[in-house]
């Protein structure tokens, strides 16, 4: 087992048995012309997070580890977007419509994409979730539904290591879907990011808070450094 050093007390990890999910750095929240930045977002306080989610990254992929990375999105026909959700507040674009990366969260379209920089390779989970967690009604590469949490078992995965944007809404809202169907949840602090950094402050609080009720939390030179050895590194 691996021994950290996180908030709000020392946890442990499983090395075999331990997830990376890199949740939503796509384009359309990352970079500008984006559904991000429609909704009035700086997308650039989003950038911190990315220098640690590929430390992570190259730190299980040497290692063989299960990396698995999710995008928000959704059919071009909109029939997995409810109205409720397309309609509420007043951007300057919404989902559906043309922007200057294709049409917003849409399945295909280039603002869907994660970002170059974090791109997913061969053997890694790619899962596309028309809402904010990632195990509600998700589609892995194969076309599969409602299947992750299965998947995940059949990998023997028991702990889950988190990343990703934004902290206080598809982040959470995973980590929590996560804790609910029993793994022991990780989230790192600055490999995950907020367009509002007091919301990110609020969030690891309230996921760390009542002895992790949710999970712990641990900064990624931490948890780099906690990590076993390795003949590929």
Same mark, same amino acid.
């Given at each position: 087992?691996?021994?950290?050093?996180?908030?709000?007390?020392?946890?442990t990890l499983d090395p075999g048995r331990t997830a990376l999910v890199v949740i939503d750095m796509q384009r359309d929240f990352v970079e500008a012309g984006g559904f991000g930045a429609s909704l009035g977002n700086d997308v650039t306080r989003l950038h911190g997070a990315i220098a640690p989610i590929a430390a992570l990254l190259a730190a299980w992929r040497a290692r063989?580890?299960?990396?698995?990375?999710?995008?928000?999105?959704?059919?071009?026909?909109?029939?997995?977007?409810?109205?409720?959700?397309?309609?509420?507040?007043?951007?300057?674009?919404?989902?559906?419509?043309? =922007?200057?990366?294709? %049409? !917003?969260?849409? *399945? &295909?379209?280039?603002?869907?994409?994660?970002?170059?920089?974090?791109?997913? $390779?061969?053997?890694?989970?790619?899962?596309?979730?028309?809402?904010?967690?990632?195990?509600?009604?998700?589609?892995?590469?194969?076309?599969?539904?409602? =299947?992750?949490?299965? %998947? !995940?078992?059949? *990998? &023997?995965?028991?702990?889950?290591?988190?990343?990703?944007?934004?902290?206080? $809404?598809?982040?959470?809202?995973?980590?929590?879907?996560?804790?609910?169907?029993?793994?022991?949840?990780?989230?790192?602090?600055?490999?995950?990011?907020?367009?509002?950094?007091?919301?990110?402050?609020?969030?690891?609080?309230?996921?760390?808070?009542?002895?992790?009720?949710?999970?712990?939390?641990?900064?990624?030179?931490?948890?780099?450094?906690?990590?076993?050895?390795?003949?590929?590194?």
């Amino acid at each position: 087992m691996i021994t950290l050093p996180a908030q709000p007390f020392e946890t442990t990890l499983d090395p075999g048995r331990t997830a990376l999910v890199v949740i939503d750095m796509q384009r359309d929240f990352v970079e500008a012309g984006g559904f991000g930045a429609s909704l009035g977002n700086d997308v650039t306080r989003l950038h911190g997070a990315i220098a640690p989610i590929a430390a992570l990254l190259a730190a299980w992929r040497a290692r063989g580890w299960l990396v698995l990375h999710t995008r928000e999105c959704h059919q071009p026909d909109l029939s997995d977007c409810p109205p409720s959700k397309r309609e509420r507040g007043d951007p300057a674009l919404r989902i559906g419509d043309a =922007g200057p990366m294709g %049409r !917003l969260l849409i *399945a &295909g379209e280039a603002g869907a994409d994660i970002i170059p920089a974090l791109a997913p $390779v061969a053997g890694e989970w790619l899962i596309d979730k028309p809402g904010k967690g990632m195990f509600w009604n998700t589609c892995l590469q194969d076309g599969q539904r409602e =299947g992750l949490h299965a %998947r !995940l078992q059949d *990998a &023997g995965i028991s702990h889950l290591v988190f990343t990703g944007v934004t902290t206080e $809404v598809c982040v959470q809202t995973s980590m929590r879907e996560a804790n609910d169907r029993g793994y022991h949840c990780v989230i790192v602090e600055d490999a995950t990011d907020s367009y509002f950094p007091e919301f990110k402050r609020a969030t690891l609080e309230m996921l760390t808070a009542q002895g992790a009720i949710v999970g712990w939390s641990v900064h990624s030179t931490a948890l780099l450094a906690a990590l076993p050895p390795c003949a590929a590194c």
